[in-house]
């Protein structure tokens, strides 16, 4: 610990050297999004990264969020290549046991929670082509957002701007791949708007890994008097995606494109999202203002598994095929005031927040006719009918005071408290009645103490207390076969530390973070069998770990993104997966977090001007990743690279664009991602080796 503490302060130092140099190419201060409200990152008592959606457009595909957060530290994002199951996302290990989805991990668009009420997120609805920025937040201060916030990831749509605009984009690449977007925008007196359409499609990579996505994303502001702000967000995404499931290691080796298991059972999904938000801002006076957020929405899930019509004949199985129809909606009302403390600068915000799911979650069989022949990868007889509801009800408050010129301390705290009911409406003879609640609750504390002793320079230390509930999903089913929700599934708590430095200098940051988390009851995958999970409780565990960062610009627009992890993350007592215990199952204390990697690194250096040509290259390079508990299989180490080139015209009313781009250049192969504890050693899902992007798009101004 102590050696890292002098990397941390000595880079730091290094960091206001080059800052004493000169400020005439330092870039903009740009603000990023906290629980208290915007702020300038550089402030930020915590770890925190802002990235431009122009920057995750140029010269890119645009389609997944993979495909440009690499430069973000602590943060591990996985293109599955699977459109089914979305990407693999997880902040300092959390949210790495997800095998579908994003858990661990809160996600909102434009303020509307991508992660319902029990901690379940998803990404497909982030759109790309109209986004201003990407926020990313770990550490401490994430356990403001409540439940499952090991770490926050926001996405905000882009305002609309003078004078109006109209944009087109196309791009295809290998595999079939295709993606074309529309965007209008445009600002008149006090209203300002932008809309954006697009779709993409794929043959895939694998064999059954074809997938189509539709996605329209709007947002409209309006000005209202004495410095009010209204603005109205809607977003809706079709997706229907075939599921080429995982591979074994032989499999993976031998034959990393084929997925005969998948197209037996014809496994696949489909997805279809509308939701809708307000939110009302208006200063109350010169040192106090009201912020009030309302969304609603719905999504319906319909799901094809691989699970064998054998395994269905218990009477308490509940079949092969998900049908979920989800109606979700919220609210978040906000007060913040400035005011002084013993003559110093105070600020307090406080705030209630409240988030509500209705789930109508039924099951089919997989298949029509006898179990001895039947007909796969179809909707057979009804095997599961019920009705499940989670809803919380959250008060939060956070203190500032800069109780000397060169120091500040923030206090915050959140009462979470999470509500499970759930009516079984199908009910036999040999399926009794599975009803159940839950209600899980936590005071959640942060704090931190922030000290600048030069202009450039930012030292801080910050703990908390973060809180998990189990999702809706991992309390579904049980290992035991027995029907019904597992209500003997804990939440976790966490307890987390870091220290960082910041240092500003000219055309860039370099920041720099040591952490350590414990965690007790960490939520663990126990059984991965057929596409369908069980979850316990795995007693304590600890994560501690290095982030560096260093991101920079040059005047003639030389750019460099550096961005460096290390992360140990271990089961610090023993248990079994799955149950009953048995010598061969037994995790002993001491064994890696699966799908974790313990050193990741991205790299990235390129000329960016604003016209002309432009080009780049790019290295990710990522430690092996444990596959399951037992720490038995693993997917091994890799470093991929990537070039791109675009040329970049202003040409009257118009602003045209062309870019080439090769990803794994070096047609390397690896897994992109794992599967963690799959039951039949199915772990591995492959990427794609070289792959080749073209793309144009034009942009009129009226």
Not at 13 to 27: I, T, W, Y
Not at 306 to 324: C, F
Not at 449 to 464: E, F, K, N, Q
Request: hydrophobic residues 35%; proline residues 5%; aromatic residues 10%.
């Amino acid at each position: 610990m102590a050696k890292t503490v002098g990397v941390v302060v000595a880079t730091a130092q290094a960091g206001v050297a080059a800052a004493q140099v000169s400020v005439a190419g330092q870039l903009p201060e740009v603000t990023v999004s906290t629980p208290s409200g915007p702020k300038p990152a550089f402030a930020v008592p915590g770890s925190v990264d802002r990235v431009e959606g122009a920057d995750l457009r140029d010269n890119r595909l645009g389609a997944q969020l993979s495909e440009g957060l690499g430069a973000v530290p602590g943060l591990q994002i996985r293109d599955r290549q699977n459109f089914a199951q979305d990407l693999q996302l997880s902040i300092r290990g959390f949210g790495a046991r997800s095998t579908f989805g994003v858990r661990g991990v809160r996600l909102y668009v434009d303020g509307i929670p991508a992660t319902l009420p029990d901690g379940q997120g998803q990404t497909s609805n982030i759109d790309i082509a109209s986004l201003e920025r990407i926020d990313v937040l770990r550490g401490p201060f994430s356990a403001l957002y409540g439940n499952s916030s090991g770490g926050v990831v926001q996405a905000f749509t882009a305002s609309g701007e003078a004078p109006a605009s109209l944009s087109y984009s196309v791009a295809g690449g290998s595999n079939g791949t295709w993606r074309t977007g529309l965007v209008g925008s445009g600002k008149q007196g006090a209203v300002d708007w932008r809309l954006s359409a697009s779709r993409y499609s794929t043959d895939g990579w694998r064999a059954h890994s074809a997938a189509q996505r539709d996605l329209a994303n709007g947002r409209v502001g309006i000005d209202l008097d004495q410095g009010g702000k209204l603005t109205l967000v809607f977003n809706r995404v079709t997706v229907d995606a075939q599921d080429p499931l995982g591979l074994t290691a032989q499999q993976f080796a031998t034959a990393p494109r084929s997925a005969d298991l998948a197209t037996q059972y014809n496994t696949r999904k489909t997805v279809t999202q509308s939701q809708a938000g307000v939110v009302f801002e208006q200063p109350l006076g010169a040192q106090q203002s009201l912020r009030v957020m309302l969304y609603g929405g719905e999504r319906g899930t319909t799901q094809y598994q691989s699970i064998p019509p054998s395994a269905q004949q218990n009477p308490r199985h509940a079949g092969g095929v998900i049908d979920l129809d989800r109606h979700y909606a919220g609210a978040d009302l906000r007060w913040s005031g400035k005011f002084d403390l013993a003559g110093r600068p105070f600020e307090l915000v406080a705030g209630l927040g409240y988030d509500s799911l209705r789930e109508w979650r039924r099951g089919y069989e997989n298949y029509l006719g006898s179990p001895a022949q039947p007909l796969l990868g179809v909707q057979g007889r009804l095997r599961r009918n019920e009705c499940n509801e989670v809803f919380n009800v959250d008060p939060y408050a956070q203190a500032t005071w800069r109780f000397a010129p060169d120091w500040s301390a923030e206090f915050g705290v959140r009462r979470s408290r999470v509500h499970f009911d759930s009516q079984d409406r199908y009910i036999t003879a040999a399926n009794g009645d599975d009803s159940g609640i839950a209600t899980y609750s936590r005071t959640l504390p942060v704090a931190s103490l922030r000290w600048t002793p030069m202009r450039d320079l930012a030292l801080y230390v910050s703990a908390g207390r973060g809180f998990e509930t189990p999702t809706l999903n991992e309390l579904s089913y049980r290992s035991d076969g027995v029907g019904g929700l597992n209500f003997g599934l804990r939440p976790s708590v966490s307890d987390n530390v870091e220290l960082g430095a910041k240092a500003r200098m000219a055309g860039g940051m370099l920041t720099a973070a040591l952490f350590e988390t414990r965690t007790k009851d960490e939520i663990v995958t126990d059984t991965n069998v057929g596409g369908r999970s069980t979850f316990r409780n795995a007693g304590r565990t600890k994560r501690q770990g290095v982030e560096l960062g260093w991101q920079h610009e040059t005047e003639d627009h030389w750019r460099t993104q550096l961005a460096y992890t290390w992360l140990d993350a271990r089961y610090q007592d023993g248990f079994c997966t799955p149950t009953p215990c048995g010598a061969a199952n037994f995790v002993p204390a001491g064994r890696r977090l699966p799908g974790v990697a313990s050193q990741s690194l991205y790299a990235s250096y390129g000329w960016m001007p604003p016209q002309g040509w432009r080009a780049g290259a790019e290295l990710r390079a990522v430690a092996k990743v444990w596959a399951n508990d037992l720490n038995t299989a693993r997917a091994p180490g890799y470093a991929v690279a990537a070039l791109h080139a675009g040329y970049v015209l202003k040409l009257g009313r118009w602003d045209l664009n062309a870019f080439a781009r090769i990803d794994n250049l070096f047609d390397r192969r690896y897994a992109g991602s794992v599967i963690v504890n799959e039951g039949n050693a199915r772990y591995f899902e492959p990427a794609p080796g070289r792959t080749w992007t073209v793309g144009m798009g034009g942009t009129y101004s009226f």
